[in-house]
């Protein structure tokens, strides 16, 4: 498969001031591999942090403030230069009541806004969840794909969670007479879900050729369920399910209910896979989804992962590694170990130790 040239540098420069143990670092990447090597607990996921947060304005790592400011300080502040769509310049600050985000030298209210300038996959030791804890996260591994590639999908997927919010709200109080919301819901729903359903179909077949590569003895397939009975409409079945949902108190289907199932053959493998099958099944999903993200936007997205060589032997590292390689994506990896598989040339290398960072 030939290699295809990379795109300019979606992160050029990083700063990062009090978050966890890195008091203060700026360091400059590569367009292509950026290695990060250090000992557990020297900072290495804490550089991958910041670039999550610069890109989804939260931790993936912790929801509270006190465990990712560094000790004893009461705010911390992040800092990008990207040139991915176009030259942007992303800052944020945070302490324990806000968050502050400035593109551009221009304050921003919706973390959409910096999330579309900075398409990320992230890949982390608990990116099993997404088999192993519930629809939820499978849901929001969708979510990111339909709205980096269906630009109106926002907007339909707001209001309709606002018509389910009022929904509920009558449900909860025992209202019956809701038939203006059922409407709203159905029509709303039924709009979202096709979004989602048009994006896996899609996403199915990047899947299966990026499976060919990486899983060539595996026969999976991804199944797309509304959450709903879809022989009916969703208005029918809202409409239907007025007394049952006052009873339960919230509204029982539609898009919020919504799970991707992962299958081989007949067999779900939600609870079937090793840990080191389930990385590889993790990853191939995420390069289906930044393949699928290429052919709609004509660039790549970021790709993060949080401690490749976890869980897969030397010749899945390799399949992986060169995956990236042919999506010339810009990649960010943390390892104990140093990874030698790829050329000098399309490569930065740096070690991090007690929350300082150089670069080799």
Known sequence: MPRKRASPVPIKRLKVE?????????????????????????????LLEAIYMLARARSYRSNRFGSVVRQGEKQLQLFAETEHFQ???????????????????NNIKRVSEIARITPLQIITPM?????????????????????HVEHNYF???????KALRQRNALVKIGQTDIDSWNISVGELGERVNEYRESYVEALSVKFKEESEYLNPNSNYNLIWKAGWDRSKTLYEVLNGSVVSD??????QH???????????????????????????????????????????????????IDDLISELDLDNQKKVLDRLLDQACQVFITSIDNIQYIKPNLRKDFVISSGLIKAL
């Not at 966890?20 to 591999?33: C, E, K, S, T």
């Not at 907007?155 to 969670?161: A, E, L, P």
């Open 127 to 147: 990116s099993h969840e997404i088999l192993d804890r519930g629809p939820e996260y499978r849901k929001r591994f969708i979510e990111w794909g339909v709205f």
């Open 18 to 46: 009090n978050l966890r143990n890195i008091a203060l670092a700026d360091v400059v990447f590569g367009p292509q591999f950026n290695f990060i090597y250090g000992i557990n607990g020297s900072g290495k996921s804490t």
């Open 155 to 161: 907007k339909c997927y707001q209001q309709f969670y």
């Open 254 to 304: 539609g898009p919020q209910r919504g799970d991707m199932k992962i299958f081989e053959g007949n067999r779900c493998v939600e609870q079937t896979l090793s840990r080191g099958q389930q990385k590889m099944l993790i990853v191939t999903l995420h390069l289906a989804q930044a393949s699928l993200y290429k052919e709609r936007t004509g660039l790549s997205p970021i790709v993060i």
């Open 246 to 251: 006052i009873k339960r108190g919230f509204t």
């Open 87 to 105: 030259k942007h310049r992303i800052g944020l600050q945070k302490t324990s009541s806000q968050t502050k985000i400035r593109v551009d030298g």
